[in-house]
């Protein structure tokens, strides 16, 4: 099992920027991909951005593209985003995530941070 511990979560005016943390623990050699999913008041849970872990290979969704920045640090099993330029569009809860394979199922979950952007 790998547990996974959001932080950094906030209220930031429009055209800000923030940086989430999260902090993986336990079976952290069995994960793959790390990401970043958010979900907005009666939206869909989305994909924002997602790292291999043992490498460097990032992906991120269009909407964040240029303005959001993935990075890690295994030696402290930390997943970052620095979130720049954001807007109110950004507003939601954002889940840290581990794969322990390639695909689409992401098997383990953090509790989410709330971010809000006030325009």
């Known amino acids: 099992q790998v547990q996974l511990v959001e932080s950094g979560g906030g209220l930031v005016q429009a055209g800000g920027s923030l940086r989430l943390s999260c902090a993986a623990s336990g079976r952290t050699a069995s994960i793959y991909n790390m990401g970043w999913f958010r979900q907005a008041p009666g939206k869909e849970r989305e994909f924002v951005a997602k790292?291999?872990?043992?490498?460097?290979?990032?992906y991120y969704a269009s909407s964040v593209k240029g303005r959001f920045t993935i990075s890690k640090d295994n030696a402290k099993n930390m997943l970052y985003l620095q979130m720049n330029s954001l807007n109110a569009e950004d507003t939601a809860v954002y889940f840290c995530?581990?794969?322990?394979?390639?695909?689409?199922?992401?098997?383990?979950w953090g509790q989410g941070t709330q971010v809000t952007v006030s325009s």
């Open positions: 995530t581990a794969q322990r394979s390639a695909g689409t199922v992401y098997d383990y």
């Open positions: 790292i291999r872990w043992g490498g460097a290979s990032t």
